[in-house]
RNA sequence: UCCUCCUUAGCUCAGUUGGUUAGAGCACCUGACUGUUAAUCAGGGUGUCCUAGGUUCAAGUCCUAGAGGAGGAGCCA
């Protein structure tokens, strides 16, 4: 008999049916002459409950299974006369496909900590909680693609492995196939990289930005969406040293028209959730409100559809660097000294304590901070006719902080040349970026969306460990 | 990398000012129950108290070092 996924079963009313379902046992319990069990194939975050009578032929088979074993079932679909299901399945025949030793098995029906679940990885998705964040991150990488495509953008592979070491975003993998027991070395002592497989030092990519400007300087508006590597010893919620990241870059397009596109595609990934996801969502949101029963009630976060749907409804607030140092200069727990960094005056780093009094005490909604100062910005971004700022914008949420950070980028050849010089860039490695400013240069502009950060604000997650099925962080890169 | 906290049964956790044989719930096994909803009820055994040193008559508890984890910070997406 052909397999019918749980999902649609649930969703028939083909009573009287007989079916075939295939999946893994979340839990079992009954009574002298029956046995639930209920069963769940992924299809959905819903279980369908198998009905098996209990009898001299039935019991050595329903004595073997438990928690977490694999079954196939064959029964009758029927209405389910219990009152916390429509459907269920009146099983005939019940084989085990793999069973699961109980004594051995680590996952059990009740709560573990994700912490614990985070070493049980490979175990992890038979969760409901993974489960479904995996659903929605399928979902969720399935709607930036079609969001791109709808709007016109080309996808573009940007290289894993880059030969440049200028691409400013922090400390880089290296790539090499040299024997690391006995590196070759030139005369002057330093390790010999002609001899490494690509004839010079090579890494892995920080950002697929600098090689997307370069088609979007002829297909107009394309994007990456790839893996991305960064060496930071970083060890936070945030941080991870293997992540996927959304990389739009648009011809013709200046700061405005930028994040005009970093709101609009936001908000039409929230929407796409609310339309495809609910059940997983709602899923979520139960599980963010029990995690966080025992906090104060100022201290807990907005219900998780509630708050997708208020983030929908509001437009982000745009504001430039320097009225952000105006609220925060003049801002209470400035005054009263009760920031970690006290802002004295323009040109200060904004830190997450400002972004977060900002965005979670200050507008209460999702801000976008515009014109910071040159210095404390990367090289390729648009000098302002001020001297002193740079069209980039970074897209603040509440609790995540920063989601998006983008900029108008520098099309003016002399401008972009001379900052390179000012801020020590080898030259020689970037002349095919500064190529594109010699020969029909425009302006254009572009973003970075950092897709875990978007999965942790999507899904209510507090640790971005546990929106990536396998998470790389320093000291960690089991499975 | 810095600061703070944590590490006790398969899991979640309690363990008082250092003092007999280290506890509970869940899971597991046995039994009861005509349909349960993380079923319920009764019974059963379960420990490298993270590791290595040290202090002490006595250490799960105190001290030192190390390992791992969490939260916050920096870096950023």
Same mark, same amino acid.
């Given at each position: 008999?052909? &397999?019918?996924?749980?999902?649609?079963?649930?969703? @028939?009313?083909?009573?009287?049916?007989?079916?075939?379902?295939?999946?893994?046992?979340?839990?079992? &319990?009954?009574?002298?002459?029956?046995?639930?069990?209920?069963?769940?194939?992924?299809?959905?975050?819903?279980?369908?409950?198998?009905?098996?009578?209990?009898?001299?032929?039935?019991?050595?088979?329903?004595?073997?299974?438990?928690?977490?074993?694999? *079954?196939?079932?064959?029964? =009758?679909?029927?209405?389910?006369?219990?009152?916390?299901?429509?459907?269920?399945?009146?099983?005939?025949?019940?084989?085990?496909?793999?069973?699961?030793?109980?004594?051995?098995?680590?996952?059990?029906?009740?709560?573990?900590?994700? #912490?614990?679940?985070?070493?049980?990885?490979?175990?992890?998705?038979?969760?409901?909680?993974?489960?479904?964040?995996?659903?929605?991150?399928?979902?969720?990488?399935?709607?930036?693609?079609?969001?791109?495509?709808?709007?016109?953008?080309?996808?573009?592979?940007?290289?894993?492995?880059?030969?440049?070491? /200028?691409?400013?975003?922090? #400390?880089?993998?290296?790539?090499?196939?040299?024997? !690391?027991?006995?590196?070759?070395?030139?005369?002057?002592? $330093?390790?010999?990289?002609?001899?490494?497989?690509?004839?010079?030092?090579?890494?892995?990519?920080?950002?697929?930005?600098?090689?997307?400007?370069?088609?979007?300087?002829?297909?107009?508006?394309?994007?990456?969406?790839?893996?991305?590597? %960064?060496? $930071?010893?970083?060890?936070?919620?945030?941080? *991870?040293?293997?992540?996927?990241?959304? +990389?739009?870059?648009?011809?013709?397009?200046?700061?405005?028209?930028?994040?005009? !596109? /970093?709101?609009?595609?936001?908000?039409?990934?929230? %929407?796409?959730?609310?339309?495809?996801?609910?059940?997983?969502?709602?899923?979520?949101?139960?599980?963010?409100?029990? #995690?966080?029963?025992?906090?104060?009630? $100022?201290?807990?976060?907005?219900?998780?559809?509630?708050?997708?749907?208020?983030?929908?409804?509001?437009?982000?607030?745009?504001?430039?660097?320097?009225?952000?140092?105006?609220?925060?200069?003049? @801002?209470?727990?400035?005054?009263?000294?009760?920031?970690?960094?006290?802002?004295?005056?323009?040109?200060?780093? =904004?830190?997450? +304590?400002?972004?977060?009094? *900002?965005?979670?005490?200050?507008?209460?909604?999702?801000?976008?901070?515009?014109?910071?100062?040159?210095?404390?910005?990367?090289?390729?971004?648009?000098?302002?006719?001020?001297?002193?700022?740079?069209?980039?914008?970074?897209?603040?949420?509440?609790?995540?902080?920063?989601?998006?950070?983008?900029?108008?980028?520098?099309?003016?050849?002399?401008?972009?040349?001379? %900052?390179?010089? $000012?801020?020590?860039?080898? +030259? +020689? @490695?970037?002349?095919?970026?500064? #190529?594109?400013?010699?020969?029909? @240069?425009?302006?254009?502009?572009?973003?970075?969306?950092?897709?875990?950060?978007?999965? !942790?604000?999507?899904?209510?997650?507090?640790?971005? %460990?546990?929106?990536?099925?396998?998470?790389?962080?320093?000291?960690?890169?089991?499975?």
């Amino acid at each position: 008999m052909k &397999r019918t996924e749980i999902k649609t079963l649930l969703q @028939s009313t083909g009573y009287g049916k007989e079916v075939n379902v295939k999946g893994w046992v979340r839990t079992k &319990r009954g009574s002298k002459h029956v046995a639930f069990i209920a069963l769940n194939d992924g299809s959905t975050i819903k279980n369908i409950q198998i009905v098996a009578e209990i009898n001299p032929e039935t019991e050595k088979t329903l004595d073997k299974i438990h928690t977490g074993a694999a *079954l196939s079932v064959d029964g =009758l679909v029927i209405e389910s006369p219990g009152s916390g299901q429509k459907v269920e399945l009146q099983a005939k025949n019940i084989d085990i496909l793999g069973p699961a030793n109980p004594d051995e098995y680590p996952l059990q029906p009740k709560k573990h900590s994700l #912490e614990f679940l985070r070493e049980k990885a490979h175990l992890r998705f038979r969760t409901n909680t993974f489960s479904a964040i995996t659903r929605v991150r399928h979902a969720m990488i399935f709607a930036v693609h079609n969001y791109f495509n709808d709007h016109g953008f080309y996808n573009i592979h940007t290289p894993i492995i880059t030969g440049s070491d /200028a691409e400013g975003a922090g #400390e880089m993998y290296q790539v090499t196939t040299l024997d !690391l027991s006995n590196v070759p070395k030139n005369e002057n002592g $330093e390790v010999d990289f002609s001899k490494d497989f690509f004839g010079k030092a090579t890494n892995l990519t920080v950002s697929g930005q600098l090689e997307a400007e370069l088609a979007a300087l002829a297909l107009s508006k394309v994007y990456t969406f790839g893996p991305t590597f %960064r060496a $930071e010893n970083s060890n936070t919620s945030r941080h *991870l040293a293997e992540f996927w990241m959304i +990389e739009p870059e648009m011809a013709f397009y200046d700061i405005r028209d930028d994040m005009d !596109l /970093a709101e609009d595609m936001l908000k039409y990934l929230i %929407r796409y959730a609310l339309d495809n996801c609910m059940d997983d969502l709602e899923f979520l949101s139960k599980r963010l409100l029990d #995690e966080e029963k025992n906090k104060k009630a $100022e201290e807990r976060s907005m219900e998780l559809v509630e708050k997708l749907r208020f983030v929908l409804d509001q437009d982000f607030e745009r504001i430039t660097y320097t009225r952000a140092i105006d609220i925060l200069r003049n @801002s209470k727990p400035n005054k009263k000294k009760k920031f970690r960094f006290v802002i004295e005056g323009w040109g200060a780093d =904004l830190q997450s +304590e400002h972004e977060r009094y *900002l965005v979670e005490k200050y507008f209460k909604k999702p801000v976008i901070i515009t014109d910071y100062p040159k210095d404390i910005k990367a090289f390729y971004m648009k000098q302002n006719e001020d001297g002193k700022t740079v069209r980039a914008m970074d897209v603040l949420f509440p609790q995540i902080g920063e989601i998006i950070g983008g900029s108008q980028r520098e099309d003016d050849y002399d401008k972009l040349y001379n %900052r390179i010089k $000012e801020m020590n860039i080898p +030259e +020689e @490695s970037m002349w095919w970026y500064l #190529e594109t400013r010699k020969f029909g @240069s425009v302006p254009h502009s572009g973003f970075g969306l950092g897709f875990e950060r978007m999965m !942790l604000f999507m899904t209510g997650m507090g640790n971005i %460990r546990d929106v990536i099925p396998f998470p790389r962080t320093p000291l960690n890169c089991e499975f």
